[in-house]
């Protein structure tokens, strides 16, 4: 019966977890926000190993020195709360959503490139116009616009009104 009561003690005050856990989260949601959007429609290898790193180094921040289920359960609780509370509020709020997702960016308009929207991505033309040659796109000027969307996606569309 002892290794069942040390299994689920609270080693940690819950109060103490709830908010190491809000703290992490609310600054690592700030931190993806800005940091890992670059790549088009999907992560690359340093960007998964950067999520694995920070992973691993916000986990003694959020939770401390605990032991027990209990406060696994409460730190992952906590961080399942943030986590559709923030989705709620990005739904339900402007401000919200401008904060925690990241804008439409426009990288080609009437088929000339931005560059100055490509660099602050740090996206290449090359990578553009792979996305564009996967939709059967070979000459930019056939481009009315391609925008960057939210997820990582690429938005074409073209002059003949196909996507």
Known sequence: MNILS???DLTLHPAEL???GSL???GLILVFRFVLRRDVGSLAVPDILFLVLVADASQ???AGEYTSVSDGIILVGTLV???VA???LAY????VRRLVEPPVLPVVHEGKWIRRNLKRQWITTDEVQSKLRQHGIE???KVRSVTLEPDGNLSIIRYDGKD
Request: proline share 0%; aromatic share 20%.
């Open 18 to 20: 709830i908010v190491r």
């Open 81 to 83: 709360f943030w986590n």
């Open 139 to 141: 000459d930019l000027a």
């Open 24 to 26: 992490m989260y609310l």
């Open 86 to 88: 923030l989705d709620w």
């Open 60 to 62: 003694n921040a959020m």
């Open 92 to 95: 339900r709020s402007v401000l």
């Open 6 to 8: 040390n299994l689920f």
